[in-house]
């Protein structure tokens, strides 16, 4: 009798955004193989940037549906709707706070490669629109919430492991 194996595909992933640690931001995200076509993505991320002398501390969360044409989810070409809900307290100074939440979403597309079957490298870009709501908690930081409404764009580029 002749020994034989079978090489399984790892249907999660666990990922790191390198890109988020320019930004002072710890950005990572699980993913988890439905079929051979698609994939559910949820990410999170917790902030503690300050830019330009205001602080930005808080979290969000990112649902993603993932459809990968080749037909073989987890690895090669994607096309990813996604939402994306993010809370964050905003410090000007000692005397100008405020929170802000928003709520978005966006399309991206993407490519992952598995290498080794473990190891998981992902890039993706595409536009969002977010809408954000400030309320002042005391003082005046009204003109930082321009930087959350309206058109962006999402970059990512991710490592992480399959298992």
């Known amino acids: 009798m002749v020994g034989s194996f079978q090489v399984k595909a790892q249907d999660n992933t666990v990922k790191f955004n390198l890109f988020s640690i320019i930004v002072r931001t710890g950005s990572f995200f699980y ?5 051979d076509n698609s994939s559910a993505q949820l990410g999170f991320f917790y902030t503690g940037a300050t830019v330009s002398d205001v602080k930005f501390r808080g979290f969000g969360i990112t649902p993603e549906y993932r459809y990968y044409p080749s037909g073989n989810a987890m690895n090669g070409f994607y096309v990813a709707p996604y939402l994306r809900y993010q809370n964050l307290k905003i ?5 100008d ?7 978005g979403g966006g399309l991206l597309v993407g490519r992952q490669w598995i290498f080794n079957e473990k190891i998981a490298l992902d890039i993706f870009a595409g536009p969002n629109y977010n809408a954000g709501n400030v309320k002042v908690t005391s003082g005046s930081v009204d003109e930082v919430a321009g930087g959350f409404d309206g058109f962006g764009v999402r970059l990512g580029l991710a490592l992480g492991i399959g298992f």
């Not at 410090?91 to 005397?95: I, K």
């Not at 706070?97 to 709520?103: C, E």
Request: charged share 35%; net charge neutral.
């Open 31 to 35: 993913e988890r193989k439905i079929n």
């Open 91 to 95: 410090e000007q100074t000692a005397d």
């Open 97 to 103: 706070k405020a929170t802000l939440s928003s709520f």
